[in-house]
């Protein structure tokens, strides 16, 4: 096909994919305009210009399209750009793979984690998790209505930075977060102090879980006063 949209050669693969039969592109070999999202093709026209400029000769594109059927689909284009003498695209080579499914699958992903956080920040209790090394890598928004911390203040932190002075041991937590990383399910009784320097009294959860393919320690620690 050509920067005009014009179908140059149509394979038996695009006929399966989209449903038209290279009768149908020789009778109307502009079907491109049809089969393509309006604002797909002024993307197409936009970034054709783009690669003459930069005499580019490869670029991947996600198309929305609409087979013969008139079922709406979504397939990545890995277009090759052939280049006449003077530098101007004379036509273009596209291998097309669908990836409705795959499209589909992630918006699925998306709203559940999106549902996950808002479950996950409209617990009052304070969650965050530790990483191997025992720092806080992430935390809900339960954690600044339990400490007053905003997230970024408890990034990188030991889980002593939320506790008591005078009322924390290290031989003891090292102990609970080594019983939380073998697996078992850890609960005792601890001291918090909030940002303001308020100490209250505490009860700490720990278990084992995965966060970015990586093994952490989930720590629930409700205010208990």
């Known amino acids: 096909w050509n920067l005009d949209q014009k179908i140059l050669r149509w394979s038996k693969r695009a006929e399966l994919l989209f449903g038209y039969s290279s009768q149908d592109v020789h009778k109307d070999p502009y079907l491109l305009e049809e089969m393509i999202d309006e604002d797909d093709l002024d993307l197409i026209t936009s970034t054709s210009k783009e ?26 284009w890995y277009n090759s750009y052939l280049f006449d003498n003077d530098g101007n695209i004379k036509s273009i080579y596209s291998v097309i ?22 479950l996950y920040n409209s617990i009052t209790d304070a969650i965050y998790l530790l990483n191997i090394d025992g720092r806080i890598i ?38 609970y977060l080594a019983k939380a990383r073998k697996g078992e399910s850890v609960s005792y009784e601890g001291w918090g102090e909030k940002k303001n ?26 205010d208990v006063s």
């Not at 003459?52 to 979504?74: A, D, H, M």
């Not at 992903?109 to 549902?115: A, C, G, I, N, V």
Request: charged share 30%.
């Open 51 to 76: 690669l003459q400029v930069e005499s580019t000769k490869t670029k991947i594109l996600t198309l929305r399209s609409r087979t013969k059927s008139g079922s709406e689909i979504v397939c990545e």
């Open 97 to 118: 793979k669908d990836i409705t499914d795959q499209k589909k699958a992630m918006q699925k992903s998306e709203q559940l984690m999106s549902s996950f956080l808002d």
């Open 138 to 175: 992430d935390a809900n928004a339960g954690l600044e209505r339990t400490f007053g911390y905003s997230k970024n203040e408890v990034f990188g932190k030991e889980i002593k930075f939320l506790s008591a002075s005078g009322k924390y041991s290290d031989i003891q937590v090292e102990k």
């Open 197 to 222: 320097g308020e100490v209250f009294p505490t009860e700490v959860l720990m278990n084992l879980g995965s966060y970015l393919n990586d093994d952490v320690v989930i720590v629930v620690e409700r």
